[in-house]
């Protein structure tokens, strides 16, 4: 019997990332092989994201060339899934002809046997109904002994509806997954191997809604910081208005929750912040920022910042330009607006010409790297701990790791030190990483 091979892209994010991990596990459960050669595949997923109208384009045009590969080979199961798949749903397969299946966020689960289905008798199948639990959230993918790092999901959706974002209506309200079943995978995970977890949600700040346990994201972070052989915790994405004092002072009491934190501020303009819907102010942000450098000093701070949203003056982009300058963040994701169907912000007015988004973001862009550099600079002459990841990519010679602050360290060593925490003496610093010594 013929072996049934899978292959898969990921387009997107952390948490995209980790649904391919999931998906990738209940296929092979469900009988199916991977493979990274796609012309050896008898299916093909595509999970996708939908967030900017650039990445949509870029999943299109590859779809696209998947489907040239099914005109040698009809048998050939081509499903797209994730954000991309629930918005655009049955109009996928109108738009591109050889699709075979469509499955939402919350049909993951169900993609192996559909895909079963479809070998059997044909057809397409569409799949992107809302369900009220997701047992997806739940499916621990096959560990990997070589993995030091893993994703684990506590919870899923976004009640937030900030105005320009596609999320609650793609990946539906907040769920959040029961304590027990998270610190079960995580322990299962470290019995593997793994010694850093990384925590997903849209909005982990509100970790905990709707459970009968009465757990807050910070008693969450306390119960996983007591699992045995776990090194690191990290988590993403966390909402300002939604950061608690109490999760701020994790930050200065648990030893194993690394000194770093992803928070998007998107505009330093309260006007725009406001017509994002996005619950805090400037000030607000300003005062969390203090709060957690004040409880852990030395903590690493990254963001998303966006620009040419509609309304969007040369006073307010002067207003972004300021709090980054004063905050001074070690890493920050900017991009232009993206107008997206369904969200509200498409029927706003004063929308900003392509041009001046671009000259915005270049400005950005380049007082940014300016930071990033000249605070991993700053970090020359330091010794700091690194946990190994394994080969550098820049030179088999080198080995690769990184700080608790999240800075990838490149490092000379004779003798294979993956897996292990070593302390590294910082020789330079560049935009994009750090250089050491063993010390």
């Excluded at 002994?145 to 994703?151: D, E, I, K, R």
Aim: with cysteine.
């Amino acid at each position: 019997m013929s072996k049934n091979y899978f292959y898969i892209r990921t387009f997107g994010c952390q948490m995209n990332v980790h649904d391919s991990e999931q998906l990738a596990s209940m296929m092979i459960d469900a009988g199916f092989e991977q493979t990274e050669d796609i012309n050896q595949a008898q299916v093909i997923l595509v999970n996708t994201c939908s967030i900017r109208e650039k990445v949509a384009l870029k999943i299109v045009s590859q779809i696209g060339r998947y489907r040239q590969l099914k005109e040698n080979n009809p048998d050939l199961v081509i499903g797209v899934g994730g954000c991309l798949a629930q918005h655009w749903g049955q109009s996928l397969l109108r738009k591109n002809v050889g699709i075979d299946l469509v499955f939402g966020t919350h049909a993951l689960d169900r993609a192996p046997a559909m895909i079963r289905r479809i070998q059997r008798k044909g057809g397409a199948i569409v799949d992107t109904s809302f369900r009220e639990d997701i047992p997806s959230m739940s499916i621990c993918p096959r560990p990997d002994n070589a993995n030091l790092q893993a994703f684990v999901t506590i919870m899923q959706g976004c009640d937030n509806f900030c105005s320009y974002c596609v999320v609650p209506h793609l990946r539906g309200r907040e769920k959040s997954r029961p304590s027990q079943n998270i610190i079960d995978e995580i322990r299962a995970l470290v019995a593997h191997g793994v010694k850093e977890v990384t925590l997903l949600g849209q909005n982990v700040n509100s970790y905990g809604k709707g459970l009968v346990e009465g757990l807050c994201f910070s008693d969450l972070i306390t119960k996983i910081d007591a699992i045995d052989g776990l090194e690191r915790i990290r988590f993403t994405t966390s909402h300002p208005k939604d950061l608690t004092e109490d999760l701020i002072n994790c930050f200065g009491k648990l030893g194993k929750l690394c000194e770093y934190i992803h928070l998007p501020f998107q505009t330093g303009s309260n006007s725009v912040l406001g017509r994002m819907n996005r619950g805090y102010t400037r000030e607000d942000y300003y005062t969390k920022v203090e709060s957690l450098r004040e409880t852990c000093p030395g903590i690493a701070i990254s963001s998303d910042a966006m620009v040419g949203f509609p309304g969007e003056t040369t006073t307010d982009f002067e207003a972004t330009m300021e709090l980054i300058d004063k905050i001074r963040f070690d890493n920050l994701f900017s991009f232009k607006y993206s107008e997206r169907e369904g969200t509200t912000a498409v029927n706003l007015d004063d929308k900003v010409p392509e041009k001046e988004k671009s000259r915005r973001l270049s400005l950005l862009q380049e007082l940014q790297d300016c930071h990033t550099l000249e605070m991993n600079k700053a970090m020359v002459g330091k010794a700091i701990d690194v946990l190994v990841e394994g080969i550098s990519k820049n030179s088999s010679r080198d080995m690769m790791g990184r700080t608790r602050t999240n800075k990838v360290v490149n490092f000379r060593s004779k003798e294979n030190l993956h897996g292990k925490t070593v302390n590294i003496h910082i020789t330079a610093g560049y935009l994009h990483s750090l250089r050491g010594e063993l010390s």
